[in-house]
């Protein structure tokens, strides 16, 4: 057996099922081995940046390990923002790349670098395999610490003549993942029990890794007793909704800005974070402490540095968040007096009232904007909410377009279908729907992209025109990169106070995105009414092949 079998026999017992990449000539073995290898298949991709975040959607959304080859250092350094992403997000991916063969390397030959090194930053861990004999072993303990929590990224560089060198009597046995539902110390979980029912307006911060660990329910149960409202976390690291968006405990996401985070929180006594990073700021704004001084913090997270690591915590919890959370709901409930219950109960019913009052003004404005052209975000956003299913699942990169309001319009009933961008490194929204399509071929797939950072990853439409992989495409086409420009303003800069910018416009000439996705066989269509948009929408979902819809929004 040679290393690249080797190196496939771990993955298959790992039950690896798609390996993505964009192939070199370091990485040729791996092509030819499975050339004759049905366990696998092998999704190409014409370039790394969307091959990457293909990988990255498929292990968010299967919660398996997502594996991706790039060619050698050049490979590595185009796939590097969406390793980024995949390390902001702790999705369990193993990223491969040939290194140059080592009789070779003390000549400094082409392509060849120190890899290892350029990806640890941003990996759990990352190695390059210097024996045959070592590539089982190697390969299992990557699987298991990019499946182990708290999950993450891990790099692993191949030479060539590791690679092709065979060698017999290898222990190719399936690495073995710990179970994750270790739960906090009794102890702590007691006294945050009784802090949170005594609380007289406690409040929930909730995260990615709550989904993440199939907590949502546990997080329900315990909102519900306490009558407590839930905030996810910063759109920053707003990677999966932590509970339904139409319960009416669900009070959106936190302000991107220290100002609106603050206000937000000034009301609460107690706050219980848990598996979300407090806080990942954006840009530097007044006050400089977000979380009000008298707030007492309790969070539970599986990542120990994120507890206490930005502001001290009264108590802190590590373990899994859904042990965490089952056990903490039934304590709080053992404990809460009837008066409490009933303080709860009349919680619930403000908070339910405010949500649904949130819900009927946008309702509103989004009537009030509909005949309004090129067409506005409110109507953009309430002619997607018409058009999706229960069941579809949303990528979403383009924030200052959906800024949250599907949530409000309460779609997303099952938050695993929510994907948001984690790291910000762009690019990443339609390799990452193709992933997420191949692991839910079942569900409808919406890639809702903004155009500018559309295009750092537009070639991930060929894959899905080549693998028939059924993603509707959205481009929230503003001609700008807005974001930025909201930026300027929180900055306070002077020129942009004025709407004056530089190199933030797309325009002359306006990207033809039509033109692009038809290049790479994707069929595509312009859409400048909301009504034909929701139209559009119903019926692309039911198609059996991409397509791109160019939206056409306010400017």
């Known amino acids: 057996m040679i290393g690249m079998e080797a190196l496939l026999e771990i993955l298959a017992a790992s039950r690896v099922r798609y390996i993505f990449g964009n192939p070199g000539s370091t990485e040729l073995s791996l092509n030819d081995v499975l050339v004759g290898d049905g366990r696998f298949e092998y999704i190409l991709g014409l370039h790394e940046l969307p091959v990457t975040a293909m990988a990255d959607g498929y292990a968010q959304a299967s919660g398996e390990l997502g594996v991706v080859c790039v060619h050698v250092s050049p490979g590595l350094g185009n796939a590097m923002g969406m390793l980024f992403n995949a390390y902001s997000s702790g999705t369990p991916l193993l990223l491969i790349a040939g290194q140059q063969d080592r009789r070779l390397q003390v000549r400094e030959p082409a392509l060849v670098g120190d890899m290892v090194s350029v990806a640890r930053p941003w990996t759990k861990w990352s190695v390059e395999v210097q024996r045959v004999e070592d590539v089982p072993t190697v390969v299992r303990r990557a699987v298991q610490t990019a499946l182990t929590p708290p999950t993450g990224p891990v790099f692993l560089s191949v030479p060539v003549d590791v690679q092709l060198e065979s060698t017999a009597n290898l222990d190719l046995s399936a690495p073995h993942i710990p179970s994750r539902r270790v739960r906090p110390p009794a102890d702590a979980l007691n006294e945050?029990?009784?802090?949170?029912?005594?609380?007289?307006?406690?409040?929930?911060?909730?995260?990615?890794?709550?989904?993440?660990?199939?907590?949502?329910?546990?997080?329900?149960?315990?909102?519900?007793?306490?009558?407590?409202?839930?905030?996810?976390?910063?759109?920053?690291?707003?990677?999966?909704?932590?509970?339904?968006?139409?319960?009416?405990?669900?009070?959106?996401?936190?302000?991107?800005?220290?100002?609106?985070?603050?206000?937000?929180?000034?009301?609460?006594?107690?706050?219980?974070?848990?598996?979300?990073?407090?806080?990942?700021?954006?840009?530097?704004?007044?006050?400089?402490?977000?979380?009000?001084?008298?707030?007492r913090l309790i969070h539970l997270d599986e990542r120990a540095w994120e507890i206490g690591k930005n502001y001290p915590v009264e108590i802190g919890l590590l373990g899994d968040p859904k042990a965490g959370l089952a056990e903490l709901a039934q304590t709080v409930s053992e404990i809460q007096s009837p008066e409490l219950v009933g303080a709860a109960a009349q919680r619930t019913q403000e908070y339910a009232a405010r949500r649904f009052a949130e819900r009927e003004a946008l309702l509103a404005d989004i009537e009030t904007q509909w005949d309004l052209r090129p067409m506005a975000t409110t109507a953009f956003m309430g002619a997607l909410s018409r058009a999706l299913p229960p069941d579809a699942a949303l990528v979403d990169e383009a924030p200052t377009t959906q800024g949250h309001l599907l949530e409000t319009l309460g779609v997303f009933a099952d938050p695993t279908g929510y994907f948001g961008q984690r790291g910000w490194a762009l690019g990443w929204g339609v390799g990452c729907a193709v992933g997420v399509k191949l692991a839910w071929p079942d569900r409808p797939v919406v890639a809702l992209v903004g155009d500018g950072a559309a295009i750092y990853g537009i070639q991930g439409l060929w894959t899905a025109a080549h693998y028939h992989i059924p993603v509707v495409f959205l481009i929230a086409n503003n001609a700008q990169y807005k974001i930025l420009k909201v930026a300027g303003a929180v900055m306070q800069l002077p020129q942009a106070a004025q709407g004056k910018y530089l190199g933030m416009d797309l325009v002359d000439p306006e990207v033809d995105f039509l033109g692009l996705a038809r290049s790479f066989g994707v069929e595509a269509l312009r859409v400048t009414e909301p009504e034909a948009l929701s139209e559009a929408v119903r019926d692309s979902l039911h198609r059996t092949e991409p397509i791109l819809l160019d939206v056409t929004i306010e400017r």
């Open 192 to 295: 945050a029990a009784e802090l949170l029912a005594q609380a007289r307006k406690p409040a929930i911060l909730a995260g990615s890794r709550v989904t993440e660990a199939d907590g949502v329910g546990e997080l329900v149960a315990l909102a519900e007793r306490l009558g407590a409202p839930v905030l996810s976390e910063q759109q920053t690291s707003h990677g999966r909704l932590p509970m339904p968006a139409d319960h009416p405990l669900y009070a959106g996401t936190l302000s991107l800005w220290a100002a609106g985070v603050r206000e937000s929180l000034e009301d609460f006594d107690v706050i219980f974070v848990v598996g979300m990073n407090l806080l990942r700021q954006f840009i530097y704004g007044e006050p400089p402490r977000p979380v009000p001084e008298h707030v």
